[in-house]
């Protein structure tokens, strides 16, 4: 909402804010009623509860025989004795069926929304009748934080090496069937396209107009077709060419051909010269001629150097790593793994690699049970903690216990879609070194235990936001299984009416057939209780 309403926001919730207020005062005697009854049930509840329970006891010892509770006893207890088995068949069994409804409501309710629907009512309408007053002002400041918290973690990111469309991801439409990319995911990046290339709305030219359109078709087929409008109405569109190395474009040779005519034709315009550069130099990259991807990575770092946050690093890493430059990865991490710097999983694990390399050759966990772990082992396990840490979905992907899919065009930092990313580009430097992953496979899930749980604070980084899975969920394709962490517990009200049901289904079970005996055994709880209700 902040994003959408720009500079007044301020002004809207004051105004909110200023009626609510008003609406407040116009009756506040109805309201003083009320926040005392409230203030008065929560007070005698927590201080005179057991005042309550003997003027309980007291009126049940003074109505004993004014109400006939003695005759009304003994009644009952006749009446019990001469029901038939099939009253308590239909008895468990109707109870086993209630508890089994709300046992499939519970966890149907808890599979989307994560909590238990009696919990949460028992939260929003309960706890401010028993002791909910009080704190108010803290709970809610306490839940806002949590929604400011909730709302940055939901923040997505362009993944610095994403794919082709034309080339990379139709190719794997035509083959499987199945779209690689969600609508959420392609409208993010229609959004930044639509952004970068025709930001300045003031002065845009015919062309323009038309590209901007563009990027907001849905249909592939639109947007193609709408490119060549484009280079109709000007030859020197090169956001045009751009539209068409991305999505039209069959082969990567066949790209760095458009891409190369749109650089020849862009100008002055910073935003295109960036995009396309780094495109060319990704192309260079899938076409095998590294060093030249690497040159032209550096060249628009040092051209550029403001421009840190589109990550060009994260492409400089990945293709050095191609090369086993591995002092010149070691360079780059020394620049980009600062503290003061955002984090990342191509960081993070990079960095483990590195260390884990110089050990995992001789690696082995029975020497190391014996002997202890080395210096630089220790290092190597630290930085692997550290890693996992920041993103715990990455190990499976790179232990190949998940299947790999192709990565989205954009990433949520710490998410299962940040994983997929960076293990689909990545795994293959981690099988180059010896031991890397027998290293990884005997370390990571050591992590867990080093962290808080449940997970109110972090070791080396923030605590881990719960928010991921459901933009993973939006980022990611629906064939795809979602990671998620932390693993979600069952409420307890789950597993209580699961016991219920379970109880009063065998109680119906034996009821049915073995009719007498549990009818003898319910006329001789209802005798034992007339026993003790006579002694008293």
């Known amino acids: 909402m902040g994003f959408l309403l720009g500079g007044h926001v301020t002004p809207l919730f004051t105004d909110i804010r200023r009626n609510m207020e008003d609406s407040t005062g116009s009756n506040p005697q109805s309201l003083g009623f009320t926040d005392k ?81 009696i919990e949460q009512v028992s939260v929003s309408h309960l706890r401010p009748l028993l002791g909910g007053v009080e704190n108010s002002s803290t709970t ?43 609508y959420y995911d392609m409208n993010l990046s229609a959004q930044d396209h639509q952004t970068f290339f025709t930001g300045d709305t003031q002065q845009l030219r015919p062309e323009d107009a038309v590209m901007q359109k563009a990027w907001r078709e849905r249909n592939p087929q639109a947007r193609i077709r709408a490119a060549y409008q484009a280079i109709e109405m000007n030859h020197e569109c090169a956001a045009a060419y751009v539209l068409l190395a991305e999505e039209e474009a069959t082969t990567i040779t066949e790209a760095e051909r458009l891409f190369k005519k749109a650089l020849s034709i862009a100008g002055k315009d910073i935003n295109l010269l960036v995009y396309i550069k780094r495109r060319l130099a990704m192309c260079a990259r899938k076409l095998g001629r590294i060093k030249e991807a690497v040159k032209m990575m550096r060249d628009l770092m040092k051209e550029f150097p403001l421009l840190g946050m589109l990550n060009i690093h994260e492409n400089l890493l990945e293709a050095l790593l191609e090369l086993q430059a591995y002092a010149d990865v070691q360079a780059v991490l020394a620049k980009y793994d600062d503290i003061s710097l955002p984090k990342s999983a191509t960081i993070c694990y990079t960095s483990a690699l590195l260390k884990a390399r110089a050990v995992s050759d001789k690696f082995s966990p029975e020497a190391a049970s014996r002997r202890g772990l080395s210096t630089a082992e220790m290092n190597a396990v630290e930085a692997i903690h550290r890693a996992v840490e920041f993103n715990p979905h990455v190990p499976k992907y790179l232990l190949e216990m998940k299947s790999l899919i192709l990565p989205p065009e954009h990433i949520l930092k710490r998410g ?76 307890f009200f789950i597993l209580f009416t699961a016991g219920l049901c379970s109880f009063t289904a065998m109680l119906a079970m034996l009821t049915h057939q073995f009719p007498e005996l549990m009818g003898v055994f319910a006329k001789a709880l209802s005798c034992t209780e007339y026993k003790i209700n006579n002694e008293n």
């Open 140 to 182: 809610g400041d306490y839940l806002h934080a949590t929604q400011f918290n909730n709302d940055t973690c939901f923040k997505v990111w362009r993944n610095p090496l994403n794919l082709f469309r034309g080339a990379e991801y139709n190719r794997y439409t035509w083959v499987t069937g199945k779209e690689p990319l969600t």
């Open 416 to 491: 299962d879609s940040e994983a997929v990313a960076y293990a689909f580009f990545h795994l293959q430097h981690w099988k180059r070194a010896e031991g890397a992953l027998n290293l990884l496979h005997c370390t990571w899930e050591g992590t867990f235990r080093i962290i808080p749980y449940p997970l109110e604070k972090g070791h080396l980084f923030y605590p881990y936001p719960g928010c991921t899975e459901t933009a993973d969920r939006e980022l990611l394709p629906s064939f795809h299984e979602v990671s998620v962490y932390p693993k979600k517990e069952l409420p």
């Open 37 to 117: 009854l409230k203030s008065w049930l929560s007070w005698s509840w927590t201080y005179v509860c057991f005042i309550w329970f003997g003027m309980v006891l007291i009126m049940i010892y003074v109505l004993w025989s004014p109400l006939k509770l003695q005759e009304t006893l003994t009644s009952a207890s006749v009446f019990l004795n001469t029901l038939t088995p099939k009253f308590y068949v239909a008895l468990t069994g109707t109870s086993s069926l209630i508890s089994g409804l709300i046992l499939i409501f519970e966890w149907w309710y808890f599979r989307k929304y994560g909590t238990s629907f």
